[in-house]
């Protein structure tokens, strides 16, 4: 068997056990969750996609926050923000992880953060990380631009 025969042959074998398996569709399921925050039917996907100990990991603070804060957390901005838009840009799998630039809209209908924004709305650019294993979304690293969304609603 020369090198390039057996390069292929293990190729085609890491591609038959499904290490390349193509994770964007359980990732997007995130982002229906962000879009349909108040969602019984998007809440349930979310949670079938995720695990039991997913975290969410937004800044060096160290603080994580668990799946059902998340979800706590979805509820209020159902409330706070029901035109809430996540769409995604961008996607891009390398391995276990899945990277996501997405654009948030929403206007807020009551203070926002401290900003009344008086009926303004924001839109605003996110870069998420989500960590797989099997198949399954372990932990999301997340950055978005919530200081520019502040500034749109105090209408600067």
Sequence with gaps: M???TFTAAAALATLATGAFADDTATVQVFYDLLSNPGSQEHTAAFQEV???DWTSLGDYSGDKKSRDAF???MGGF???IPDLDW?????HQDGNFVTVRSRATGTPVAPFFGV???????DIMTIDIHELKDGIIVQSYHVE???GALQQLAGQ
């Design 50 to 52: 995720t695990s039991e």
């Design 87 to 91: 769409d995604v840009q961008a996607m």
């Design 71 to 73: 979800l706590g957390q």
């Design 145 to 147: 631009d919530w200081a």
């Design 78 to 80: 159902a409330q706070l």
């Design 2 to 4: 020369t090198l390039k």
């Design 116 to 122: 009344d924004g008086q009926g303004r709305s924001f």
